[in-house]
């Protein structure tokens, strides 16, 4: 080892330790309910590894609106490797971090010769809270993937200009095309080596020089552009599949859903707050909703001055200190693709977003802030050293304290909804899908009805919360959300399914059936849909012959008219007037028998306890079975119930235990498995209720 080499392997080793150090925790992470459902634990080719079909679908697939066809290939090599196991991938992103961090500091010390600040630039790049999406989200591996290759393209190319054979510009280009095949943002990287031909590889650099004149420093770029023509076209053809993608996958806003003004408002807001992030990363969030009537004059203006204050900077100061230039020209260019003129998403901005522009920025920085001192004094560069040790100690805390919030889902979201107040639909949304998984229902619908509440149009919320509210038996707060995804989307087979299961929970049976009847209309072979249609059959025609019923009745009171009506009226689940209609058959024919059993199986059995009556079960059992004799095994089982509801355990059992008798005398073994299993619960002194 020469003793050059020895402060180099020093610088890595400290990176490598450094980053690992900080993101540690990442490896107790697990999947995140938002982009990972799609990118893995969901997404049978991922998860069915790296076979042929699986690497066609990779290069052919819209899936999560990209075309990035590496990142899916990572994504099943894992699976293969590992299984479906969320802590190795996320092993793998922080490894490709690592990396990174790693290639930042080798690029830039080979490119400039200054160890000192190119650690700097490399240790803030590892540690900086804008990064913790990028690192922890299982979904971003198309980050630091992409960044590896970007990285080694840079490293690729400074090697070119060093020694320019086709050779070294082919692994220029390849590098460049699998960087892009992980993700795409890096379209704008041929214009970034066009500002590297600037500073600092010096290929023509301002001032021409004391030979030269301006007109021979301007005839120089367009060789230097043409020389990049063909990574101009593999970036144009990436940017194609892209838009092709996105646009398959609804991503992208249309353009004239968002006018031009308000898309150039936005970008000029946004790189104000990207900055502001980058020198301030408070309240960071893995969504930023778009702002519901724009950014505000006041924002977009500060940015404003401020871009133009940066570009002044940079051009003033373009013979004595061209990385401003550079530095500022990185960071701007390479946000371009993300900075909202093409909308893609409904987010305002994303931390990740800065995960290579952010190079350009600390390299600006470190720069600059070194060349501050006059003179290398050691006082002075010590006080410097210092000062870097404790910017990149305080980033490192802060990116701690961030990675807390990607422990798990509840955690992250509750985080979001908290740092992005207003109209934050999506992160009330992913909370409420979180609260749903974990099983509690209430908090989901109360997240999901925020979301709603926020966004009235967001129709996925509405349905997820339709469903909530089915599933907590509230059909009657359930049914307009339902409805309303049912009008809006006639073709989607679940909402008219949901509908349906909601107007039957509220007892609208026929109106059910209609919506069963357009879901097997949409898909007319699914089983599930037909044994839902068979099951709602006897309730609708329990319905019709309510009416006639009820008609009936007014002309012709008896006991056997009020009974039928009794027995509709079960079926139909309504007890008060199932009760009702009982009471008056028995007030007509107080020996009705039939009619006494099955108001006595009401008032001991009814799931609910407001109608459960066990003194009048017991009187009403008591006739049916004195009326026969105590000869009818199910009368018998009836007042055995209602001996139970009343709390009289020892008559229940023997009750029933004589009903099993009767039913073994009698040959009537399905009532005698029933009796057998209502002898075991008296005897544990519980009764039996309908569910």
Not at 251 to 271: H, K, Q, S, T
Request: proline content about 6%.
């Amino acid at each position: 080892m020469t003793p050059n080499m020895r402060p180099n392997l020093l610088c890595l080793s400290a990176l490598l330790l450094l980053t690992l150090a900080c993101f540690w925790p990442v490896g107790r992470f697990g999947f995140i309910g938002y982009d990972d459902i799609d990118y893995v634990y969901q997404n049978e080719h991922v998860q069915a590894g790296l076979t042929p079909e699986g690497i066609a679908w990779a290069f052919t697939t819209a899936c999560a609106g990209n075309w990035h066809p590496l990142t899916w290939l990572s994504h099943m090599v894992d699976c293969d490797l590992f299984g479906l196991n969320p802590h190795a991938s996320h092993w793998i992103n922080l490894g490709c971090h690592a990396a990174n961090s790693l290639l930042v500091f080798i690029w830039l010390h080979g490119l400039t010769g200054r160890r000192g600040r190119s650690f700097l630039v490399a240790a803030l790049f590892a540690v900086h809270p804008l990064h913790v999406q990028s690192v922890a989200w299982i979904s971003e591996r198309k980050d630091v993937l992409s960044g590896l290759f970007c990285l080694g393209t840079l490293i690729a190319y400074t090697r070119y200009c060093r020694d320019r054979t086709t050779r070294n510009y082919l692994l220029v280009a390849g590098l460049f095309a699998l960087g892009l095949m992980a993700k795409p943002m890096l379209v704008t990287l041929p214009l970034i080596l066009l500002v590297l031909d600037f500073w600092p590889l010096a290929r023509n650099p301002f001032p021409p020089g004391p030979d030269s004149k301006m007109k021979d420093w301007l005839r120089r770029w367009p060789s230097l552009v043409a020389e990049k023509i063909p990574l101009f076209l593999l970036a144009l053809a990436s940017g194609a599949a892209t838009l092709w993608a996105q646009r398959s996958g609804g991503a992208v806003i249309p353009l004239g859903a968002v006018d031009w003004p308000a898309r150039f408002e936005n970008a000029l807001a946004g790189y104000g707050l990207y900055l502001e992030k980058m020198f301030w990363p408070a309240d960071l969030a893995i969504f930023y909703p778009l702002p519901l009537h724009g950014p505000g004059p006041a924002l977009v203006g500060a940015s404003s001055v401020l871009l133009m204050a940066l570009f002044s900077a940079g051009i003033w100061q373009l013979r004595r200190r061209p990385y401003l230039f550079t530095g500022w020209l990185w960071f701007f260019i390479m946000l371009l693709p993300v900075i909202g003129i093409l909308q893609v998403g409904a987010q305002a901005m994303a931390d990740r977003y800065t995960y290579l522009p952010s190079i350009g920025l600390f390299m600006l920085v470190i720069w600059a802030v070194t060349e501050l001192a006059p003179a290398p004094a050691p006082m002075i560069r010590l006080v410097q050293t210092g000062a870097g040790a404790v910017l990149v100690l305080a980033c490192a805390w802060d990116t701690r304290y961030q990675l807390q919030f990607w422990r798990d889902n509840i955690t992250l979201f509750k985080h979001v909804v908290a740092v992005t107040p207003g109209n934050n639909a999506q992160g009330y949304f992913y909370l409420g899908i979180s609260y749903g998984e974990n099983g509690d229902l209430p908090s989901a619908a109360n997240a999901l009805s925020q979301a709603v509440e926020s966004m009235p149009d967001f129709d996925l919320a509405r349905n997820k919360l339709g469903n909530v509210l089915l599933l907590q038996k509230k059909y009657s707060a359930a049914e307009p959300h339902l409805a309303a995804v049912s009008r809006a989307h006639p073709d989607y087979l679940r909402a008219h399914v949901s509908l349906g299961l909601c107007l039957a929970g509220e007892k609208k049976f026929q109106a059910a059936r209609s919506e069963y009847l357009a879901a097997r209309q949409l898909q007319p072979d699914d089983a599930g849909i037909d044994q839902l249609l068979k099951d709602i059959a006897p309730m609708v025609e329990a319905e019709q012959k309510l009416v006639t019923l009820t008609d009936r009745l007014k002309t012709n009171p008896t006991a056997e008219t009020c009974l039928e009506l009794a027995r509709t009226q079960a079926l139909l689940g309504n007890c008060p007037e199932t009760i009702l209609n009982y009471k008056k058959a028995l007030a007509v024919d107080p020996d009705l028998v039939d009619a006494l059993n099955d108001l006595a199986w009401l008032l001991a059995t009814c799931p609910d306890e407001k109608i459960r009556d066990g003194t009048q079960a017991v009187t009403f059992a008591q006739h049916a079975c004195e009326l026969t004799k105590f000869e009818k095994t199910i009368f018998l089982g009836t007042l055995g119930a209602a001996y139970a509801e009343a709390g009289n355990f020892a008559n229940a059992t023997a009750t029933a235990q004589r009903a099993c008798d009767l039913a073994a005398k009698n040959g009537e073994t399905e009532l005698l498995r029933r009796n057998q299993e209502l002898l075991v619960l008296y005897q544990n002194h519980q009764a039996y209720h309908e569910k």
